[in-house]
């Protein structure tokens, strides 16, 4: 039972008396209660609505009374009572004393491990009944607990190194550095990499006053900045204030999604977890507190004022004292918090928390050297590049009188981002010490890559991307002294065509600059260019994608199962709609209980049956094996070794959707896989190996789609799970989640509600799957006429095609047209009055599962079993 934390203070009138405890004291509260009902007619400004409010005191008093908005003259025989404002932990209790109480659940199992503890100013349980009438010992309350963040347990982890360091605009990757010091080990003997000495670091002095950690803390924002193709664009990726983004997958509005951070993890080695803010607020502070006990500091968004406007600003923590949160936070908290010893200290943490990135611990690094320059290729190689450069230099053929001061700002703005982010790009590049140049032993590419980096970005007097883009803030006349921005003497600037031509010739170099590192590193990746990276893949792959979401394939393990049959040279009869069809997919609708878990069809859940269902349709046997850290080498040799005999292997992969993949090829670093409408070999994460194996005897396809169609009474009434309903059940659940409410206690903002890779396809887990599964099943109607073709015995057919074409035809195109369809919004679902249509609609479709039973009930005798 988790309470509300909530804040409150109390003007109360009423009356109060002494409870003797050594007797049943029922009558007593009755006939205070009563005479407070009496009296209410003489009480001014009671608050509404009215509700009987007791407060049980320590020392056996106990008051009864009502609210009231403002302090007025009561009659004699009633008190006025103000309580100061405090914290409260808000219950729901239906019987006295099982929640509140010296032996309520609220004391004895709560309050010991929440982090709070009893405000001790104000002692004593607050109930507060629905109206003035039902207030008896069975009729059910809120139960009020005064607390107070515990104050017993404070710490603070020390020397964690305050950002920026250096240049260091983005706050995200800024604080992110910090924070990852003490996890990842580092500290001040730890040996720093000096690129420009291309040695470790001898305390020279030409780092200025910067002590080792400071040195480290700048590295790790080269890295991080640059891993993550941050370093390659013309903006940031949470800068609202742009037309469009240089960068893959961003879109204004873009704040940090989780595979976003992910994939920084995953380069990191670490473990982790996400809190956005409408967790409860007393687990926030218990997963906080516990990270800094543990001497990892948590990257956090607290509010405050960031170098992009909106909720941008992050801080880290770095401590917790009397409740508040202190830490690091580059003066962004500067008109919230208060500073001791250079940390800011923020009591009221719950008004502007917004969310946490708490780091749980370390794992195998998942994103590999070649990951990271492929990442940088995609950045590159944006079609915004293109557009931007054509763009910029259209400005400036059209400047005139009144937009020269609009332009030169243009100008600027996007200068401050290269000038800045190549640079950390290039020092990351250089040095052989670092998280990007850990990834691989390939000395000579690693100087190779050096090399280029150093002399497109950084190098003095080479056309680098550093000096020109200085070279055109001083065209604009920008510098330090005056503030890095434009003055009114740039817009006169821009109106000489001498300047202009000058400011379009050096941004053109650039965008040649950044053309050059994408071609050496596309040839690298490609294996051109003396790159020392041999590939295997395997030859004459399938030139098709595997599936196609237009024709409704949507469910991507059959067409790994297809795309494998034509791999090993099998009969074109073996395709999608197939393996759609005797895995039970295409005749199974599936609910899953939990919303924060998409589900996407049987196989997706039930993959162990619907693997064997496949392999033995078309006669091969097979190995399912889930990836671990001990087993991890071993599967790695074996994926080679399919490879090595033209044999692809099928991979789950570790994606929002959980997809399915065919391993084809393989480098010294990683395996290359073909996925989803996908013709071009990329690497991907797994969870789950499917490797294929002898050839058995293969039933007829006869024989196959017969026992399919057989089976669907068995698939229709599967037994529900803790976690999964099926069949008519499974319609029945997903209408009910839609009218029952369960959604409203989620704020429309929720990442519930945005977990599908298309930001238009909202409440995707509750709603848009289970609808995209009803449509994609339409596709039973073609499997059961191919059965009727191959088994013409099973006349029965002929009743259930129109069945199918009502439930997954008609029952869709209803569906799809009601509230959006597969963009559900949130304020929709969480209205269960708005959803009742649908959810009636749901039900009807569902019920057409009856009437397909109904039919091989009546006739066939004895249906195969799963």
Known sequence: MKPEIMKKEFLLVGLETQIDFSKDFSK?????????????????????PVRMVGFWQPDGCYFTGVEVSEEAPVPKD????????????????????????????????????????????????????????HCDEDDGCDILIPIRPNTFNQKQIRGVVPFPCDAESDSFFGALASALLPILGYSEETPYWCPPKAAYCIGCGGCGDKTTLQKHQLSVYHALLTATGTAFGFDYPEDDEVDCHSFEDVEIGWRWPDAFIGYIMGF????????????????????????????????????????????????????????ALCGLDANSLSETAAYSDGLFLLQNWQDSFIDAVIITGHQEKSVTYMDVLDRIIRTLSHPSHAKLENDIMAKLDAVTPENAEETAMMMCGITGVPIEARWHAAEAFCSMDNMISCLTEEQALKSRLSDLFFKKYIADHNDET????????????????????????????????????????????????????????????????????????????????????MAGQNYWLNGCMAYLMECLGESPDYDY?????????????????????????????????????????????????????????????????????????????????????VICGYDAERFYSIMGEETTPAAYSYSNLIFVGDKKEQPALAVAYKDAVLAVPALMTIQETEDYSFGEKAFIDWAESLEDGRYQKYPAESKLFHTHGDPSFTCWNMHGTYLCMLGTNLCAVDFLKKAYEFNTELTFIE????????????????????????????????????????????KKAGSYCGDILKVFEQEISEPVSL
Request: glycine share 10%.
């Open 28 to 48: 007593t509260l009755e006939d205070l209660r009563e005479t407070l009902r009496q009296n209410l007619n003489q009480i001014p400004n009671m608050s509404a």
């Open 268 to 323: 990191a080695g670490l473990t982790w977890k996400r809190i956005m803010r409408d967790a409860d607020q007393s687990e926030i502070y218990k997963a906080i507190t516990a990270s800094i006990d543990r001497g990892y500091p948590v990257l956090a968004r607290l509010g405050g004022h960031g170098v992009f406007p909106g909720e941008t600003a992050w801080q880290v923590v770095t401590g917790y004292k009397d409740g």
């Open 799 to 842: 009743q259930l095609l129109p069945i199918y074409e009502k439930q997954c035809g008609k029952g869709f195109m209803e569906l799809i047209g009601m509230e959006g369809g597969f963009s559900l919004p949130p304020e929709a679902i969480r209205d269960s009055a708005r959803m009742k249509p649908v959810s009636d609609a749901i």
């Open 466 to 549: 550093h000096g020109v883009c200085w070279k055109i803030w001083r065209l604009l006349g920008v510098g330090p002294e005056t503030g890095y921005w434009i003055t009114p003497e740039a817009a006169k600037r821009l109106l000489n065509p001498e300047t202009r031509n000058e400011i379009k010739r050096l941004f053109r170099i650039v965008f040649d600059n950044d053309r050059a590192v994408l071609a050496e590193l596309t040839a690298v990746c490609k294996g051109g260019g003396g790159d020392p990276v041999p590939k295997k893949m395997i030859p004459n792959l399938p030139a098709h994608p595997m599936i196609s979401n």
């Open 577 to 661: 709609w197939f393996f759609s069809g005797v895995t039970g997919d295409s005749f199974l609708q599936v609910y899953g209980k939990n919303p924060e878990q998409m589900v996407l069809c049987y196989s997706d859940i039930m993959t162990d049956t619907a693997l064997k269902k496949a392999f033995d349709a078309c006669g091969y046997g097979y190995a399912y094996d889930k990836i671990t850290e001990g087993n991890r080498e071993m599967l790695g040799k074996r994926i080679r070794e399919s490879i090595d005999r033209n044999i692809p292997v099928i991979a789950r992969v570790e994606n929002t959707f959980r997809s399915f993949a």
């Open 78 to 133: 009633l008190i006025v009572k103000a309580l100061p404002e405090s914290l409260f932990a808000k219950f729901r209790e239906e019987k006295r004393g099982t929640v509140g109480g010296p032996g309520g659940y609220a004391y004895n199992q709560w309050l010991p491990e929440s982090g709070f503890r009893v405000n001790e100013e104000l002692p004593g349980d607050f109930e507060i009944f629905d109206d003035m009438e």
